[in-house]
């Protein structure tokens, strides 16, 4: 049984950085790319970023590149986005997700397991 749970979420204000932990357990870590997905109130949810098994294979939406950064420890289960420079339009819940058969992938229905997210409001 594969089980994420974010954390790091939080209010702060417009400019301001958080850094979104991703812990898993379950399987081995290093068999599943990982992906993070945003929601905010009323809108559908999107893709922020996804970072590959071994740590490569990273892509960003254009939204938040070069802002966020994605990255992994493989030795300890985790996965982390750094989010700097926030700004108001960053607000929503924010989900780390698994998936175990592809990479590169900005589709939400190709990841396999779901954290229950975190959330992140950025006051202006």
């Known amino acids: 049984q594969v089980v994420l749970e974010e954390s790091g979420g939080g209010l702060v204000q417009a400019g301001d950085s958080l850094r979104l932990s991703c812990a898993f357990s379950?399987?081995?870590?290093?068999?599943?790319?990982v992906g993070w997905f945003r929601q905010a109130l009323g809108k559908q949810r999107e893709f922020v970023a996804t970072?590959?098994?071994?740590?490569?294979?990273?892509l960003y939406a254009d939204s938040v590149r070069g802002r966020f950064t994605v990255s992994r420890d493989n030795v300890n289960y985790r996965a982390f986005l750094q989010m700097n420079s926030l700004k108001p339009e960053d607000t929503a819940v924010y989900y780390c997700a698994a998936a175990a058969y592809y990479s590169e992938s900005t589709n939400p229905d190709l990841y396999d397991y779901w954290g229950q997210g975190t959330q992140v409001t950025v006051s202006s």
């Open positions: 379950g399987r081995p870590f290093s068999n599943y790319a």
């Open positions: 970072i590959g098994r071994s740590g490569g294979h990273i």
